[in-house]
């Protein structure tokens, strides 16, 4: 059979074809408009999230700068009201880190 008997014998085949091919492209460009679509939401979701972690990160950096300048200002309390105990403590601990390098 030639193309041209095929054509004139099934001509709502031919139709058929012509249709499906049609819906096939429709639906690959439907795909992806909507793929685009998602990923820009998915763009914008993330980075909204990147700076909520970059806020609540800063709010705790800023929490742990407090917390150790508060740790810093006992410590200086401490050495002031009590200098002879920081000098002994300080040589002892020496003593110990000189001993344990001396072994080696």
């Given at each position: 059979?030639?193309?041209?008997?095929?054509?004139?014998?099934?001509?709502?085949?031919?139709?058929?074809?012509t249709n499906l091919r049609q819906?096939?492209?429709?639906?690959?460009?439907?795909?992806?408009?909507?793929?685009?679509?998602?990923?820009?939401?998915?763009?914008?979701?993330?980075?909204?999230?990147?700076?909520?972690?970059?806020?609540?990160?800063?709010?705790?950096?800023?929490?742990?700068?407090?917390?150790?300048?508060?740790?810093?200002s006992s410590l200086r309390d401490?050495?002031?009201?009590?200098?002879?105990?920081?000098?002994?403590?300080?040589?002892?601990?020496?003593?110990?880190?000189?001993?344990?390098?001396?072994?080696?």
């Open positions: 059979m030639s193309n041209d008997t095929i054509t004139s014998t099934f001509p709502a085949s031919k139709q058929d074809l819906t096939a492209t429709d639906a690959v460009n439907d795909l992806g408009s909507t793929a685009s679509v998602h990923a820009s939401k998915a763009k914008g979701q993330l980075r909204d999230f990147a700076g909520h972690v970059q806020e609540e990160g800063g709010y705790q950096v800023d929490q742990a700068k407090e917390k150790l300048g508060d740790v810093v401490y050495a002031s009201a009590r200098p002879l105990a920081c000098i002994g403590m300080a040589l002892a601990f020496g003593f110990l880190f000189g001993l344990t390098r001396r072994s080696r």
